[in-house]
Each structure stands twice: as structure tokens, then as C-alpha cells.
């Protein structure tokens, strides 16, 4: 048994900013993939571990993975 935490999304918008290039909206954003798994077994990724208890895994767990971005409209 095991639950895993697999993506979460950050963003935060400014709308009608005055500051001269008519920018309508300025939106800056943050994801981050494979959070966290929590488990009670020893395997590095408990998603890879069938019915009969056999680990298709390779011995490595998932890898982070980092967004960042911003989204600007004129």
C-alpha cells in the first residue's frame, strides 16, 4: 500500500497593471512532479510492484521535476 503525491501547480496573477507597456495580465507559476510517496515497503517506487509482490523497478525512485514560468498579455 502506498499514497503518492504526484503534481502541484503555484500560480499567482496580476491583472490591469498600469506600468506603461499595457500589460493586461502578468501571471507567474510553479509545478513541481513526483512530490512525495508515501510507503511502508523498502522498494524505491512502490507504484512498480505487482500482485505476487515482484518489483518491475530498475532500483531507482521517480525523479523531481521543477517548472517555473510567467505568462504576460498585452
Given at each position: 500500500?502506498y499514497w503518492?503525491?504526484?503534481?502541484?501547480?503555484?500560480?499567482?496573477?496580476?491583472?490591469?497593471?498600469?506600468?506603461?507597456?499595457?500589460?493586461?495580465?502578468?501571471?507567474?507559476?510553479?509545478?513541481?512532479?513526483?512530490?512525495?510517496?508515501?510507503?511502508?515497503?523498502?522498494?524505491?517506487?512502490?507504484?512498480?510492484?505487482?500482485?505476487?509482490?515482484?518489483?518491475?523497478?530498475?532500483?531507482?525512485?521517480?525523479?523531481?521535476?521543477?517548472?517555473?514560468?510567467?505568462?504576460?498579455?498585452?
Amino acid at each position: 500500500d502506498y499514497w503518492r503525491i504526484t503534481d502541484i501547480t503555484l500560480s499567482y496573477s496580476l491583472r490591469d497593471l498600469d506600468v506603461g507597456m499595457k500589460i493586461k495580465d502578468l501571471k507567474f507559476y510553479g509545478t513541481l512532479f513526483n512530490v512525495y510517496q508515501f510507503q511502508k515497503s523498502s522498494v524505491p517506487d512502490a507504484s512498480l510492484v505487482d500482485a505476487r509482490v515482484y518489483d518491475y523497478g530498475n532500483g531507482y525512485p521517480l525523479g523531481r521535476r521543477f517548472i517555473l514560468g510567467m505568462n504576460v498579455s498585452f
